[in-house]
């Protein structure tokens, strides 16, 4: 529970979804946080002004996002970015040239083309290893490690980390523990309660909900780290726009309806797809199969709407993909609406071949979003795409 009013009333997710970090506008007295669409704000006289100089630095519309996820996570400061690709960026100039970055080897395939193709040009150097094992976590570290970035369940194999033990490792070598936690969002998991020091997401998928804009998001406990991230924000630029950030906000309030909807048609979709091809070639972290379902269930309190399918070859996911008609072909996640998509070629194409192959993001492996459409009609388009 947290306290997001100005007495002691106590609060669920569901009312901090819909209140946490906003009040009525003044003006008007409009219960919904504007759209302040502007650049730049008028000074009352020299060096004196309302907390607000430049939109850059400062925009109420981004402020309302920013403190409304912080209090879903359960942190103190939120900072909003352009993408999701762009926050890990800004989170990554936290450190310097010569510092050690320990990664997950299965993250989102953006995310080690700007640490690969990037940052490690810039002087930074990073380990992939296989965060589900916290021994290869804690073997990879160096004096010069300053952190350890997992993505838990990892897009697109749901691998999941211990993040307790992650923690615990990472904070024994000095190292910060940051976390993606896109795919399960805070609904299902509060990486915070399990020691991480950074928590971030693509607010683009679930967040918003609703595909239609492009963000991110890092949420910081601690008081020091975020007055060294607010200055990357504001010092790097790479902010939203103010109505990007009212879609994602308005996107928040429903989280608490939506995410159960795709929980439960995730757990229906899995459970028709380990009986049609067989539970080894099923990847979700809610069907006893999974070999990390017992840590997903003592870690999360729901296992969300993603799904990959390993269809054995290219020519048979090719199939099932271009037969779909609830699901669409594309990329991207989280959104209401089912979409399903070959990570080879997609979200992943720019890991090298020989590292997919590594992973296991075969040419036959095909990922679901489950939207929230009616049961029915999900497991009835994935029937005739699989005759």
């Known amino acids: 529970m947290t306290r997001i009013f100005d007495d002691d009333l106590e609060t669920g997710f569901g009312t901090r979804a819909i209140h946490a970090g906003q009040r009525p506008e003044p003006l008007a007295g409009a219960i919904m946080t504007p759209v302040y669409l502007t650049s730049t704000y008028v000074q009352d006289a020299l060096g004196r002004h309302k907390g607000y100089e430049y939109a850059r630095s400062k925009n109420p519309t981004r402020e309302a996002l920013e403190r409304n996820v912080a209090a879903l996570e359960g942190g103190r400061h939120g900072f909003a970015f352009a993408s999701g690709t762009a926050c890990v960026d800004s989170i990554m100039k936290l450190f310097q040239s010569g510092d050690h970055i320990i990664c997950g080897e299965n993250v989102y395939g953006g995310t080690f083309r700007l640490f690969d193709r990037l940052l490690r040009h810039l002087g930074l150097s990073f380990s992939y290893v296989d965060t589900r094992d916290p021994e290869q976590i804690a073997r990879a570290c160096t004096p010069k490690t300053r952190a350890v970035l997992v993505e838990t369940p990892t897009n697109p194999l749901m691998w999941i980390t211990d993040l307790s033990e992650a923690a615990k490792v990472a904070h024994e070598a000095g190292a910060l523990l940051i976390v993606d936690n896109t795919f399960a969002t805070p609904y299902f998991q509060r990486p915070f309660q399990h020691g991480a020091d950074i928590v971030f997401h693509s607010t683009t998928k679930y967040l918003n909900g609703h595909s239609d804009m492009i963000g991110g998001m890092a949420v910081l406990r601690d008081d020091a780290l975020a007055e060294r991230l607010a200055f990357i924000q504001n010092a790097a630029?790479?902010?939203?726009?103010?109505?990007?950030?009212?879609?994602?906000?308005?996107?928040?309030?429903?989280?608490?309806?939506?995410?159960?909807?795709?929980?439960?048609?995730?757990?229906?979709?899995?459970?028709?797809?380990?009986?049609?091809?067989?539970?080894?070639?099923?990847?979700?972290?809610?069907?006893?199969?999974?070999?990390?379902?017992?840590?997903?269930?003592?870690?999360?309190?729901?296992?969300?709407?993603?799904?990959?399918?390993?269809?054995?070859?290219?020519?048979?996911?090719?199939?099932?993909?271009?037969?779909?008609?609830?699901?669409?072909?594309?990329?991207?996640?989280?959104?209401?609406?089912?979409?399903?998509?070959?990570?080879?070629?997609?979200?992943?194409?720019?890991?090298?071949?020989?590292?997919?192959?590594?992973?296991?993001?075969?040419?036959?492996?095909?990922?679901?979003?489950?939207?929230?459409?009616?049961?029915g009609d999900l497991l009835a388009d994935l029937e005739h795409a699989f005759k």
């Not at 909807?261 to 459970?271: I, K, M, Q």
């Not at 979700?284 to 999360?300: D, F, I, N, V």
């Not at 709407?305 to 199939?319: F, N, Q, W």
Request: charge should be positive; hydrophobic fraction near 35%; proline fraction near 6%.
């Open 237 to 375: 630029g790479a902010v939203p726009g103010p109505f990007d950030c009212w879609l994602a906000l308005r996107g928040t309030k429903t989280l608490h309806l939506r995410m159960p909807r795709h929980d439960e048609n995730g757990r229906r979709v899995a459970a028709w797809l380990a009986e049609r091809v067989g539970p080894e070639r099923v990847i979700y972290p809610g069907l006893e199969s999974h070999p990390q379902h017992a840590l997903a269930k003592r870690q999360m309190t729901g296992y969300g709407g993603m799904i990959s399918v390993d269809l054995g070859t290219r020519e048979r996911a090719a199939r099932v993909l271009e037969r779909t008609r609830i699901f669409s072909l594309a990329e991207s996640l989280g959104g209401v609406e089912s979409l399903i998509s070959h990570p080879a070629t997609m979200t992943h194409a720019s890991v090298p071949p020989e590292r997919r192959a590594q992973l296991g993001i075969t040419d036959g492996l095909i990922r679901l979003s489950c939207g929230v459409e009616d049961i």
